[in-house]
């Protein structure tokens, strides 16, 4: 090893904090070690665990995640909004396009793949109790809005929370990219001991069971993308196989970087996607994907705040703690994860740029994917597709069951199967360097050595977590991992805010012309006038005339 190397290798491993990654190594280790030789207790501790977890704490999940869509609304239309993420007058890093290519990417574009065209049938199916009769058109309208619901506004803003405490505290208070520097205006110096120390372990976890949830949907999808195309068999063997292969491939981009492997692939995924969505959208039923965006994106704006605080406690508390307590509790797992990431990619922007720059444009994003490729699943039940009947035997099989009925579907179903595999390292390749990130102090550029451990954890988890239970046992432990980093939510929020009040405002830009003004007018009047040397103020003396 030459000595350039040796001074590289001993640098990357002195940014490591040996108390955050040694007892988060060792408890992943723990993990992946109890689902390999006892995976039938794992799946049972999970499920009671969940049980609990719900029935006591689901209330709080869905009053939380309203208040940060709140928060976040206050934050971007207030006076802070006008702060800037870094030093006055910085500029962007990354292109708005890139930038948001990247935070959809990382965020959730696996998910999309996976439900895309699945969660519309299963509501239409099964709608919230009380709501319409099963399989009806309102049943439809309805799925439509439940999937807007669950995957725009609120998801986001808990990643813009995030995202921003973390741009804030990292970049115009130059602290680190720790969730626990967030908290200094809270804890003081103790964020630098073990209290921070909790609270990053915390983050870890989150992230890591977070991510696995993302990789156990994609191998699931790729695998029943080989059996649809080639007719491989389905089985819990080959999605294991799936996440080996493209652990390797994203622990590679990792090592990248973010200005390389992580922008292209995210910038690579988007062209795809929108190839996709536009095939689907010209040869689908258009005027209806058209028509039905338009009737449910109204339906979901005038419902929001009666979806937003409902809690089951006069029923449907089964069906709500199946889909919107899932899907709040798997985005705050996220949000260390994608609230890192983006506030990685965010330094230069305005606190208002951010906000509305993170919540709007992937919210968008998602509403136009589910209105295609939703609305077409959407339609070709309602037209005896029978796509309910497909889904019902695996939700990874939605998407597929849709494309049959089209044209192309050799190819557009390989199309999807390259989709959710860029979609799966591209994610993976984003928590593998945050992971690196808050085990090594909040550097920047972690070590390589401990990315590709995290990359090979996450892998890990995913494939036990298949295995103890599949799809049920992902869900499961992602829950039960976000729970305890809900409180951690709640404070990072607090001090946030905080710091916010103690900010001076910058001064806008017409007040920055005023003040630019005043300061030449002020100039002028200091300088000597043309009469040899007389200051202005004896020269208006002068011309003053006699009392």
């Not at 665990?49 to 006591?56: A, F, K, P």
């Not at 709640?490 to 946030?496: P, T």
Request: aromatic content about 10%.
């Amino acid at each position: 090893m030459t000595t350039a190397t040796t001074k590289k290798t001993t640098s990357a491993l002195a940014r490591v904090d040996p108390a955050v990654l040694y007892v988060s190594v060792t408890l992943s280790a723990l993990f992946v070690a109890w689902g390999v030789f006892f995976t039938d207790s794992l799946a049972t501790v999970a499920e009671t665990t969940l049980g609990r977890i719900i029935d006591n704490f689901g209330w709080l999940f869905v009053l939380t995640s309203s208040g940060f869509v709140v928060l976040a609304t206050v934050l971007a239309f207030s006076r802070f909004g006008s702060i800037r993420l870094g030093r006055d007058g910085e500029r962007p890093e990354f292109s708005t396009a890139s930038w948001v290519a990247m935070m959809f990417s990382a965020g959730m574009g696996i998910g999309l793949m996976f439900y895309g065209a699945s969660e519309p049938i299963m509501h239409m199916s099964s709608p919230p109790p009380g709501s319409a009769k099963a399989g009806s058109e309102d049943a439809a309208r309805l799925a439509l809005e439940y999937s807007y619901f669950h995957w725009a506004i609120h998801p986001w803003a808990m990643y813009a929370v995030a995202g921003l405490a973390l741009a804030y505290f990292g970049f115009r208070k130059s602290g680190n990219s720790l969730i626990s520097s967030a908290f200094r205006p809270l804890l003081g110096d103790r964020v630098d001991g073990p209290l921070g120390k909790s609270i990053d372990i915390l983050a870890i976890f989150a992230t890591l069971f977070g991510s696995a949830v993302s990789l156990g949907l994609g191998a699931l999808q790729v695998n029943r993308g080989l059996n649809e195309v080639w007719g491989v068999p389905d089985s819990t063997a080959l999605a294991v196989s799936v996440i080996a292969v493209l652990t390797v491939l994203f622990v590679i981009s990792a090592l990248s970087g973010v200005h390389r492997g992580i922008q292209w692939l995210s910038n690579g995924n988007m062209i795809l996607a929108a190839v996709l969505l536009l095939f689907v959208f010209v040869v689908g039923p258009t005027v209806f994907i058209l028509e039905s965006q338009t009737e449910a994106l109204g339906g979901y704006l005038a419902s929001l705040p009666k979806m937003s605080f409902t809690t089951g406690a006069f029923g449907g508390g089964e069906w709500l703690s199946g889909w919107t307590v899932f899907y709040w509790a798997w985005w705050i797992s996220w949000t260390p994860f994608v609230g890192t990431f983006i506030a990685r990619i965010s330094r230069g922007r305005t606190i208002r740029e951010f906000i509305v720059g993170v919540i709007l444009a992937p919210s968008l994003v998602s509403v136009v994917w589910f209105a295609i490729l939703g609305g077409t699943a959407l339609n070709q039940e309602m037209h005896g597709g029978h796509l309910a009947a497909a889904v019902a035997k695996g939700e990874e099989a939605g998407l597929f069951a849709t494309l049959r009925n089209l044209p192309w579907f050799p190819v557009t179903s390989v199309l999807v199967i390259v989709l959710v595999g860029l979609f799966f390292v591209s994610g993976a390749d984003a928590a593998s360097v945050v992971l690196g990130m808050l085990s090594c102090r909040g550097d920047m550029a972690p070590g390589r050595l401990v990315v590709i451990l995290w990359g090979a954890l996450t892998g890990l988890v995913a494939a036990v977590l298949l295995m103890a239970g599949g799809l049920e046992a992902v869900k499961q432990v992602a829950i039960i991992a976000a729970f305890p980093f809900l409180f951690v939510m709640i404070g990072l929020c607090v001090s946030l805010v905080k710091a916010l009040r103690a900010e001076p405002i910058p001064a806008s830009s017409a007040e920055r012309e005023g003040l630019a003004d005043a300061d030449a007018d002020a100039d002028a009047a200091a300088e000597p006038g043309p009469d040899d040397g007389v200051r202005p103020a004896e020269a208006m003396a002068d011309s003053q005339p006699a009392g």
